[in-house]
């Protein structure tokens, strides 16, 4: 193994071909630098320099190794600097996970801006649910979630809220309540159901449920979808309705009209939280320069 110190040393000598002007460069003295290459020149098994009493001049295979000598420290340096800004989360990779997070312009804002502050860092994104989120942080597989409230516990993960909204229905045009402003959970007792399913979402799917069950009546779900988008097609394919978070509620269609839950504004089992989760066991400095600026966005945002 050779010492980076000997590189540096060997290279002094080669780009000054004197060794009392290399040794004073290094600030050390004449003596201990000749033996130092000479060292080298053993590591290596030739002779580096070809020395007279008036001249040093590289041999072929000291001119062959001065390339190498460089490019090896050159490489060594790169390598820590490179480091160093993976440890400070300026470079890097960050596997996201979410669910459908096209309504919500903040985050997406939020999102764009870190890239455009981070070059150094790529990103691969995975839709995902919720469940298969918590999956994928736990394991490691992921370094930060967007997802609903999970239903079970996670002491592995970290959660913050960073958006909170409503609950709305979505119907199939020309449904019989569609002229309604606002529609009572108890007028839909007679419905068929279209939600996602359980094992996909446990909070989203067990809120859903409780709302209903808080108006008398459990929904009668006759078809399931992994996706909103598809249960939104869902409901324009006649098959049945669906509570849905009101973000959605800002696609203009002409086959689904949506309209607000009329509830207790207070009612917390009708609001939807957007959540944000980690496993704080796994180290990142780049994801948790990346979960400041998603809080300070939406914190600003809001």
């Known amino acids: 193994m ?6 540096q040393q060997f290279i002094a000598v080669a780009e000054e071909l004197h060794f009392n002007r290399a040794a004073e460069r290094l600030h050390m003295a004449q003596p201990p630098l000749s033996q130092a290459i000479r060292r080298l020149e053993r590591a290596i ?19 062959a190794f001065l390339e190498t000598a460089r ?11 490179q480091a160093r800004r993976v440890a400070q989360g300026a470079e890097g990779h960050l596997t996201l996970t979410f669910i459908n997070i096209a309504p919500y312009v903040p985050l997406l804002r939020a999102l764009r801006s870190f890239r455009h502050a981070s070059p150094g860092v790529t990103f691969s994104m995975v839709e995902a649910t919720t469940q298969e989120q918590i999956e994928a942080l736990e394991r490691g597989t992921a370094d930060l979630g967007f997802m609903r409230a999970p239903g079970t516990t996670t002491p592995k993960l970290r959660m913050a809220t960073l958006l909170r909204e409503r609950i709305c229905v979505a119907l199939p045009a020309g449904h019989r309540l569609e002229a309604n402003v606002t529609i009572a959970l108890a007028a839909l007792k007679d419905e068929a159901f279209v939600a ?26 006759v078809q399931h979808g992994r996706q909103m988008q598809t249960l939104i097609a ?3 394919g006649g098959f049945g309705i669906a509570l849905l978070p009101a973000s959605l509620a ?53």
């Open 2 to 7: 050779i010492e980076t110190r000997l590189l």
């Open 196 to 221: 996602s399913p359980r094992a996909l979402g446990k909070g989203f799917h067990d809120q859903l449920i409780g709302l209903c069950l808080s108006a008398g009546f459990v929904p009668d779900i």
């Open 234 to 236: 869902l409901v324009a």
């Open 250 to 302: 800002t696609e203009v269609r002409e086959d689904v009209v949506f309209r607000p839950l009329d509830v207790d504004a207070t009612e917390e089992q009708s609001k939807l939280d957007l959540l944000m989760a980690w496993n704080e066991n796994h180290v990142s400095p780049i994801r948790d320069r990346l979960i400041h600026a998603v809080r300070h966005a939406l914190l600003t945002a809001v």
């Open 45 to 63: 098994g030739a002779p580096l320099f070809e020395r007279t009493n008036r001249s040093v001049a590289l041999t072929p295979a000291g001119t």
């Open 71 to 81: 490019s090896t420290l050159q490489s060594l340096d790169e390598g820590v600097a």
